[in-house]
């Protein structure tokens, strides 16, 4: 081992870097302590070596840091998490350290939050359906565990509903197994963090919680950590206690914003918005740590919550998100007006993973087919009602009317559910054919022609009924 | 046989350490792009950049935990790859590593500093020489062949460099680092040929000559064949902001294209999607040969969290291995998804370089680079002897910050490909898949369409009948125009008609179902008769309002339902679909009837 090195040579700073002289044996990577004229401690990274010159960035920031009087210490390793089984239900500073009033952890093992990538030959296929009980979700953009499926939202936009509705919701059909909830906490209000923990509270899952909090008011440069001890924590609870583990990141926006922060105090060439140009390898190695493992019981699931500057998709951030996550969940301002709730716009949302994880012995064999329909009709009932508003409703052909209408009741009764409306799938299915029986069997394109005529005649006699 | 100056060498000192980037010094006599190992770690890197004794590297992975005064060793070759029996059905990350063997080796989580070889070393081969004892040889020249997989003839090639006289040639079985035959040249130095050669990966592999690709490759993707065709040594791309399919287009393409091999390139990509490619391909059977497809498959994935330096390398390794399946004479079609990764690799090494940017912070080599790596495609006459030709078609997606088509990558791929499929965001949120736009795409191949068919009147009617289709579709986009200005009553029954006929094209023919057991594939016949019967309605449709048919009649016809699933028909039933035609015509007449009463 490496005896622990002392410096008092920090040379200059500025921003969150400070710069360390007449160091030998630094590594790129690892991390320092800085203790301060008045005996306080913070905690540094290695950005940069170069021959006896360090890089070094403060995640609590540099205020109060002079160059005289404050020592560094190189502690030979990079950023660590203890890990024990009883972590399970305690809250973590965003840099992992507890902050709640419980008691000492005893660390079984000490993991680098930095991980390695998973071998993709090793990875198994994720095709187990998670039943949300959300209809937009399960019907349309079904979730699997393994994956990475991030909430696309907007600022005023109920996100923190959803994402509680999940973490309470969220059960594989027909088994009961280990289960826990981690939620990393980046640059988020106090109220939000505080509405996710009740949440969990109410429904006692906080025992199988693991929290790690960065709010608003905590340094920025931190949480360019907390997603990483956020999901060192998922991987040691899925891939060595065998547990099923969903993770909830909320606000990617927060920390890409720490990312560009830094990039621009080392003065790189910035990419698109000024972020940097590694922005999405830097995010894939937080989201490609969802997934599953070969001949492994446990799994991440990932749900990312970012909120899109001015709800514009094409911003870097949810932009590179959404070429790294398995699809998005997309919120709607204008659906959030319509007080459709969740809003989810359900024709720019999707679900890669779908295919494999539906489908008879998984929801039933008519799934595929029915959501296809139900996108199609919906795309075209959204084509009617646009022209609806440019020349009046007078002016559509019936057909057109005819999907206007599909659209409208869509909406109201298969897009809008109640927070704690926790529907089977069955229900979700069965939702979509009663909505579909307003139409022939020839507009049901998408359709097996067996299927329409096993599943749809019940839903079509109510309809007549009525 | 010479041994190697193992001696001499050279070893330098870090001096700096920023990301994927490290400075040695002490490097004397190092060549660029010469691969060496980094740090106490043995981190495998490849100089990029000199300076008299000052070597840039970049380094192929994580560098934590690295830092100044640690050893780097030169390795004196550059970045290569091993070319040999084996390749097939192996699954290899950015710098040909065996990533099944690595989770043997080291578990689950890739480790660093791991170097296996990319052919097994262990296993034989049973080699059958195809010439005799005293044979002159040159480069390139067949000498044997090896029974890889059921589906590949592995042919054993004299390497490059390397010409004379050959003996000691014999069957047998041996692992590929063994010589089955002895070539002596005119000098007098003796080379021993092995299964297996070595090619640095930027280099293009040598030819003798380049023809121009003019043979259809089909994919079984009704968009693609008949409307904007590659051909077998082609060259596409295909751009599109997220979810809009790139990967699923690719993945289809990778399993129904008519090519002897594939070479599928995750470059960057998500982790999980190429789990999908190896659980599936397995048990997917080429619709041509029936076997499995991972028998004619090699797959490089380099995956978004892995080391960015080998994402740079990955495309390369996997066009040289594409290239000595080509020239063997085999048709070969390489997927690289996406080209976007590589480029922003390009773009993070040349930033931590420090060297001046052009747009959007990517290197001013970036065109200069996707053309050379695209130019790598084509249909050649192959290096040596039997006379051969190989094709090697190259189909790159690309993934555009926004979706937005003015970015450099986009950009300075379309100066080099011949067939641009635009994927649209509008058509992927209405589930019409594959969203490839039928009003922005282009391909230079068109020509090569009516010659896939057997029967030549056949292709001529399928070539009209395509531009038929275009127009129609093209005439759409104004008609809706005017719908939306003055509506849908203002339209002339032949509008409408029209209107009907598109809707019936996009539907009914352009829109393909990925992941029905049937429509994922539609061959060429089932293709012509899918577009005739379509068509057809078309005219009998005109045909019946001269006659005074209400368009609303027409439009209720029970066949119209039929032609909406001939896609289904199975191949082996196609007869069906020319049926169908048939019921057009007999509920036509009735509709006449019903007029002239």
Not at chain 1, 27 to 45: F, M, P, T, W
Request: contains cysteine; aromatic residues 8%; negative net charge.
């Amino acid at each position: 081992m490496l005896s622990i090195k002392e410096y008092q040579t920090v040379s200059s700073i500025a921003g969150p870097l400070m710069m360390v002289e007449m160091v030998d044996e630094a590594k790129y990577g690892h991390i320092v302590d800085i203790e301060l004229a008045d005996g306080s401690i913070r905690h540094g990274q290695i950005l940069q070596v170069e021959n006896d010159k360090v890089l070094v960035q403060v995640f609590e920031g540099t205020r109060g840091i002079d160059v005289d009087k404050s020592t560094v210490r190189f502690l030979a390793k990079p950023l660590e998490l203890a890990v024990s089984p009883e972590i399970l239900g305690r809250v973590f500073s965003g840099l992992g350290e507890p902050k709640d009033d419980g008691p000492p952890l005893i660390p079984e093992k000490r993991l680098d939050i930095n991980s390695r990538p998973i071998n993709p030959y090793a990875r198994d296929y994720p095709n187990e359906f998670i039943q949300t009980g959300i209809s937009t979700i399960d019907g349309l953009n079904p979730l699997v565990r393994g994956q990475k499926l991030p909430v696309f939202s907007g600022a005023g936009l109920p996100h923190d509903q959803i994402t509680a509705q999940l973490a309470r919701q969220a059960t594989v059909l027909g088994k009961a197994e280990a289960f826990a909830v981690v939620f990393a906490a980046m640059g988020i209000t106090f109220e939000a963090a505080q509405f996710f923990i009740n949440d969990l509270h109410e429904t006692g899952a906080i025992e199988r919680a693991v929290m790690f909090v960065n709010l608003a008011n905590d340094p920025a440069i931190e949480r360019i950590a907390t997603p990483r001890f956020a999901l060192t924590a998922a991987e040691y609870l899925a891939f060595e206690l065998d547990m099923h583990v969903l993770v909830i990141l909320n606000d990617m926006t927060n920390y890409c914003e720490a990312l560009r922060e830094i990039s621009a105090a080392r003065k790189e060439v910035p990419g698109r918005r000024g972020y940097p140009g590694y922005l999405y390898t830097d995010l894939a190695t937080v989201y490609e740590r969802a997934g599953r493992i070969k001949d492994k019981k446990g799994s991440i699931t990932m749900v990312p919550v970012l909120t899109m500057p001015e709800d514009d998709k094409t911003h870097p951030v949810p932009d590179l998100t959404g070429y790294i996550t398995e699809g998005q969940i997309i919120l709607s301002r204008s659906l959030h007006r319509k007080a459709v709730s969740p809003p989810v716009d359900v024709l720019p949302s999707l679900s890669r993973l779908k295919d494999k994880g539906i489908g008879e012995g998984k929801t039933r064999e008519d799934h595929a087919d029915l959501y296809n329909q139900l996108y199609a009709a919906y795309a075209r009932g959204k084509e009617a009602q646009e022209l609806a508003a440019i020349m009046g409703e007078a002016a559509l052909s019936e057909e057109d009317k005819k999907y206007m209408t599909f659209a409208d009741k869509f909406e109201a009764e298969y897009v809008s559910q109640d927070y704690y409306d926790n529907r089977p799938v069955e229900q979700t299915l069965d939702l979509g054919w009663e909505l579909l029986s307003m139409f022939e069997n020839v507009e049901l394109k998408r359709i097996d022609i067996k299927l329409i005529e096993k599943y749809m005649p019940k839903f079509r006699k109510a309809e007549r009924e009525a | 046989m010479r041994t190697k100056i193992m001696a001499d060498k050279k070893t330098g000192r870090i001096v700096k350490v920023a990301g994927p980037v490290v400075i040695a010094e002490g490097m004397t006599g190092v060549r660029m792009y010469d691969v060496v190992r980094v740090g106490n770690l043995n981190l495998i890197g490849e100089i990029v950049e000199l300076h008299e004794d000052r070597a840039s590297i970049q380094v192929y992975e994580e560098t934590t935990g690295i830092g100044p005064g640690e050893p780097v060793t030169d390795t004196q070759a550059p970045l290569s790859v091993e070319l040999g029996p084996g390749l097939i059905e192996s699954i290899y990350d950015g710098i040909q590593r065996p990533l099944n063997a690595l989770v043997e080796a080291e578990g689950e989580f890739m480790s660093r500093g791991n170097l296996l070889p990319g052919l097994d070393r262990e296993k034989k081969w049973h080699f059958q020489p195809l010439i005799k004892d005293g044979a002159k040889v040159g480069p390139g020249d067949i000498i044997g062949q090896v029974q890889e997989t059921t589906q590949i003839l592995h042919k054993i090639m004299v390497p490059f460099g390397v010409s004379g006289t050959v003996h000691k040639i014999s069957e047998g079985d041996y692992p590929v680092d063994q010589p089955v035959a002895v070539c002596t040249a005119e000098d007098g130095t003796e080379t021993e040929l092995k299964l297996m050669q070595k090619w640095p990966v930027r280099n293009a592999r040598q030819l003798k000559n380049r023809l121009t690709p003019d043979t259809l490759l089909v994919t079984g993707q009704r968009v693609i064949d008949s409307f904007f065709p590659v051909t077998k040594g082609g060259t596409a791309c295909v751009p599109g902001p997220f979810g809009t399919g790139k990967t699923v287009v690719q993945h289809q393409l990778a399993k129904w294209v008519d090519a002897d091999v594939v070479v599928y390139v995750g470059c960057g990509e998500r982790g999980n999607e190429m789990t999908d490619v190896l659980m599936e391909f397995p048990e997917l059977k080429d619709p041509r040969s029936g076997e499995p497809l991972m028998k004619r498959s090699v797959l490089i994935a380099n995956t978004s969290n892995m080391p960015v330096a080998a994402r740079e390398a990955s495309v390369y390794t996997g066009i040289t291995i594409a290239e000595y399946f080509r020239d063997m004479g085999y048709t070969v079609a390489l997927m690289a998804d996406s080209t976007s990764r590589w480029a922003e690799a390009m773009r993070e090494i040349s930033t931590r370089l420090e060297e001046m940017p052009a747009e959007e912070g990517y290197p001013a080599y970036l065109a200069a680079r996707i053309a050379a790596f695209y130019e790598r495609a084509g249909r050649v006459q192959c290096a040596g002897t039997p006379e051969r030709e190989g094709a090697l078609s190259i189909i790159g997606a690309v993934s555009p910050p926004g979706g937005d088509l003015s970015d450099s990558v986009v950009q300075a791929t379309l100066h080099v490909v011949k067939v641009f499929w635009s994927l649209e965001g509008r058509l992927a949120y209405q589930r019409h898949f594959p969203a490839i736009s039928w009003l922005t795409s282009y391909s230079f191949y068109k020509d090569s369409l009516k010659d896939c068919f057997e029967d030549k009147d056949q292709g001529r009617e399928m070539e009209q009948m395509t531009v038929e289709a275009m127009a129609l579709l093209e005439q759409e986009a104004e008609l809706l125009e005017i719908v939306r200005l003055v509506g849908a009553e203002a339209l002339s029954p032949t509008d409408r008609v029209s209107l009907e006929t598109s809707r019936s094209i996009r539907e009914d023919y352009l829109h393909q179902n990925a992941f029905h057991e049937v429509d994922t594939h539609t061959s060429m016949p089932k293709q012509y008769e899918m577009l005739k019967t379509i068509l057809h309605f078309h005219k009998q449709a005109l045909v019946a309002i001269k006659a005074d048919v209400e368009t609303a009649d027409i439009f209720k016809l029970t066949v119209r339902e039929d032609i909406a699933r001939a896609k289904y028909i199975p191949q082996a039933e196609i007869d069906k679909i020319a049926d169908i035609r048939k019921t057009i015509e007999d509920q036509m007449k009735k509709l006449h009837a019903s007029v002239a009463t």
